[in-house]
């Protein structure tokens, strides 16, 4: 006779992984919108802005 962890999940195991998805969307929403809301607040304070691209070598040495 199977036990009820072979027999299939019940209803209740997908409610706090669904929670969890949810939760982790949201923080990925707001991830995104803080990088756009500051790009948009430094080009509209900035004549220009430029972007440095230090490898390993390059942030060790500064």
């Given at each position: 006779?199977?036990?009820p962890a072979e027999e299939g999940s019940?209803?209740?195991?997908?409610k706090p992984i669904t929670a969890m998805g949810q939760i982790?969307?949201?923080v990925s929403d707001r991830r995104g919108d803080f990088c756009?809301?500051?790009?948009?607040?430094?080009?509209q304070k900035?004549?220009?802005v430029?972007?440095?691209?230090?490898?390993?070598s390059?942030?060790?040495?500064?």
């Open positions: 006779m199977p036990g019940s209803g209740n195991r997908h982790m969307s949201r756009a809301r500051t790009a948009a607040h430094l080009a900035n004549a220009l430029a972007l440095e691209d230090l490898g390993k390059g942030a060790a040495s500064a």
